[in-house]
């Protein structure tokens, strides 16, 4: 084990200014690192939180310097440069050296990769490059979808995740006409149970979005170079006056190949956080890593935290490794749903009424091993099931579904 002592004048360069990136600079510096720092950033702007881009951001319920996780005073304060509007080009093991897009060479005794993740994008062949399609993965991105989010305006969504309902909620409260979507049998199909599907399903119904599920899109069409219509798979025509993209994101792993780096499902970490080169770490959703026999690569903001700090804990000589404790959420209209667990492997869905009529949870059982919950505007049972979850413990699944029986004695 290294000690806090032995890297305190390390070199180390951070590949990434989201989520993780940022993490990870500011816990090094908490944790007393007084080696240089440097965070290498694509976009030309201070390390900002992206959930709210798609939500309160374009919906007028955030100001733009809100979205920043710190100003530039924190930066300068706490000894971590930034190098914006560029990004890193290649890295070199052998030298230690990270190219940056100008030609300037950075030298690294640890390099962290924290590249995060890119958009899936639409075929060119399907009309990718026409104008108004829109993806939401930058402020640039938002920016630009904010402008086309008008009243009255037809908007078509898709793909129906929970990036696509999000959007999709956000222009229908906005008061545009919008129809999603989705290839799948059902919305949510690869994350949540038919029971999560059938919930939101109905909220977006009743909040007047069109969901066309089990079709996907054939070719988006265009007039004078901007999309106008939708064609789906079984010849259905939908005119549109722009489009949102939410098929989505991939893992960005170009630099790290390129370097030589295992690739597995995106950068191969190990349980440290450590790569196929020791001096280089990966976090966040560019990573994966080993997580209960399998090896797993996690998208949310709790995730990029915990494991950018977990990394920055390793580099500064400690010895835990990195225990994934996957907890989500998204917001849509009134509800708020928070999700706690994986639920990779369930067998049997326990539906708990909720304290309100527009409440519920869902919990996911392999066997009476309780896996995950849905919890939808029930706080309490997403907490007594991350509780749970993290102590290893499970419920008792007749109990779980019987509103008569309270959280107190469920857990006793």
Not at 273 to 301: K, N
Request: hydrophobic share 40%; glycine share 10%.
């Amino acid at each position: 084990m290294r000690t806090a002592h032995e890297t305190q004048d390390e070199k180390i360069v951070i590949i990434g200014a989201g989520q993780a990136g940022f993490a990870a600079a500011a816990k090094l510096r908490a944790l007393g690192h007084a080696g240089s720092i440097t965070i290498v950033g694509d976009e030309p702007l201070l390390p900002y939180q992206r959930p709210p881009l798609s939500k309160a951001y374009v919906l007028g319920q955030m100001e733009r310097d809100r979205l920043f996780f710190r100003p530039q005073s924190f930066f300068s304060e706490q000894n971590i440069e930034l190098i914006l509007g560029g990004g890193a080009t290649a890295i070199d093991p052998a030298s230690h050296t990270v190219r940056l897009h100008d030609g300037q060479q950075l030298a690294y005794d640890i390099a962290i990769l924290a590249t995060g993740s890119e958009v899936r994008r639409m075929p060119e062949a399907m009309g990718g490059s026409l104008d108004g399609l829109y993806y939401v993965r930058t402020l640039e991105d938002a920016d630009r979808m904010g402008k086309a989010l008008q009243p009255g305006r037809r908007a078509l969504v898709i793909g129906g995740g929970y990036v696509g309902l999000e959007a999709a909620a956000t222009a229908a409260k906005l008061g545009l006409t919008v129809t999603l979507v989705e290839a799948a049998d059902r919305i949510l199909q690869r994350v949540a149970a038919p029971e999560t599907s059938d919930y939101f399903r109905e909220l977006h119904r009743e909040h007047g979005v069109t969901i066309i599920e089990g079709k996907g899109i054939s070719r988006l069409e265009g007039t004078d170079g901007h999309v106008s219509k939708a064609v789906l798979s079984d010849g259905q025509e939908i005119p549109v006056d722009f489009v949102i993209v939410g098929i989505g994101i991939l893992p960005r792993t170009a630099l790290a190949e390129a370097a030589g780096i295992a690739i597995e499902n995106g950068v191969r970490a190990d349980e440290f956080g450590r790569t196929s080169d020791p001096s280089i770490f990966a976090v966040g959703d560019c990573a994966s890593f080993p997580y209960r026999g399998v090896r797993l690569r996690l998208e949310s903001v709790g995730h990029a935290i915990d494991h950018a700090e977990r990394a920055a804990e390793i580099i500064m000589g400690a010895e835990t490794p990195y225990h994934a404790k996957p907890w989500f959420w998204s917001d849509q209209f009134d509800c708020k749903l928070q999700i706690a667990g994986l639920n990779v492997g369930y067998d049997r869905v326990v539906v708990r009424p909720g304290s309100q009529p527009n409440a519920a949870s869902h919990w996911y059982y392999k066997g009476d091993e309780l896996l995950a919950v849905d919890a939808m505007n029930e706080p309490r049972a997403f907490m007594v099931g991350k509780r749970m979850l993290e102590a290893g413990k499970s419920l008792d699944p007749a109990k779980v579904g019987d509103p008569s029986v309270d959280f107190k004695a469920l857990m006793a």
